[in-house]
């Protein structure tokens, strides 16, 4: 897929009753096999961003500065569209890119042609708070976390009753928009849908006071409504910052980007250095952590020739892994 010129340029990269299923009482399973193959390698200082996603044709994208970034399979870097306001990043299955722009307040999707098509930019008349991330169903349906982080003075998404609302909103296929999730999640972040449509694991990740750092998995309806009563605590961070996005393998295995090696107190504490991919079994249960030296890791997409390649955001750095088994790709 390319953009026409005129949108990109080269570029260096700077150098509610909730019923609780806690993850430790579900079922355990044997040992679970080595997921990492080898130990991070880091393939940027700076500049990589957020937002990871990858494209067999083109190479790897992430959100930086206002910017997506595309790197390709040389390492070579350029702009592939500016003035995105982008974070969240997501190849559809026709290879079209479907963006959160956090700072428009609205997702859109960017045609084979580079015609920019916008999805979603209000619900009920209110204007989305910051798009963050998203995650797309076998239907085609998108679902993204719309959280709020820094100033709040400005927020317009209500509930009926008035109340703020950080939520996670669906787009049908025909350009409706819902409201999935609302006050069941603190601050939603990352999310993912399983490749079966049975469920969906949600970041929440609030870096307020006494906030939630939690990663929760719900069921799914097959109308694409979420079951909010199956919601089930998988792993909670506690103190320290939580989940942010997160992918699949094609074992069912959740890589989640999480964790903090240097306090942001009073809010966040580091006591011991947090930072890296936490790995879950299907079952939920923690089969693996891999650190990464860098604060604040951020998000993480598999990509590479054979899909064994876990590409890590973590303070603008960018990392990458071998893994055993291949990430699951929309396709």
């Not at 909730?18 to 193959?37: E, G, K, R, S």
């Not at 350029?78 to 479907?98: P, T």
């Not at 929760?216 to 309806?221: L, V």
Request: net charge negative.
């Amino acid at each position: 897929m390319n953009l026409p010129p005129s949108v990109r340029r080269t570029l260096c990269w700077p150098a509610a009753v909730i019923v609780m299923i806690v993850a430790n009482d579900l079922p355990t399973t044997q040992a679970d096999d080595a997921v990492f193959a080898g130990p991070p390698k880091m393939l940027l200082e700076s500049g990589a961003g957020e937002g990871p996603v990858w494209n067999p044709k083109i190479g790897l994208l992430t959100s930086f500065d206002g910017n997506i970034h595309l790197r390709d399979a040389n390492g070579n870097s350029s702009i592939y569209r500016e003035n995105s306001g982008s974070n969240g990043l997501l190849f559809d299955r026709e290879g079209r890119l479907i963006v959160c722009e956090a700072t428009r307040h609205r997702v859109t999707r960017t045609e084979r042609d580079g015609t920019i098509v916008v999805l979603a930019d209000q619900f009920n008349g209110m204007k989305f708070n910051q798009p963050n991330d998203l995650t797309i169903d076998t239907q085609g349906r998108i679902y993204f976390s719309d959280p709020q982080y820094g100033d709040r003075s400005q927020m317009e998404m209500k509930d009926d009753d008035g109340k703020l609302v950080e939520g996670v909103y669906r787009i049908d296929v025909d350009g409706t928009v819902s409201r999935v999730i609302d006050h069941q999640v603190d601050r939603p972040n990352g999310l993912i849908i399983t490749p079966d449509d049975q469920f969906m694991y949600v970041a929440d990740n609030n870096n307020a006071l006494g906030g939630a750092r939690k990663l929760y998995r719900f069921e799914m309806r097959a109308d694409g409504s979420v079951d909010t009563g199956s919601q089930t605590l998988i792993h909670d961070w506690g103190t320290t910052r939580g989940p942010d996005g997160m992918k699949l393998d094609q074992q069912g295995n959740l890589y989640v980007a999480a964790g903090l090696n240097q306090p942001h107190l009073p809010q966040e504490t580091a006591d011991q250095p947090t930072a890296g991919i936490y790995v879950f079994s299907k079952l939920g249960k923690q089969v693996a952590f891999v650190k990464i030296p860098r604060d604040e890791t951020t998000n993480c997409a598999f990509g590479g020739d054979d899909g064994k390649t876990l590409f890590v955001t973590a303070g603008g750095s960018l990392w990458a892994i071998p893994t055993v088994n291949a990430g699951y790709q929309i396709d």
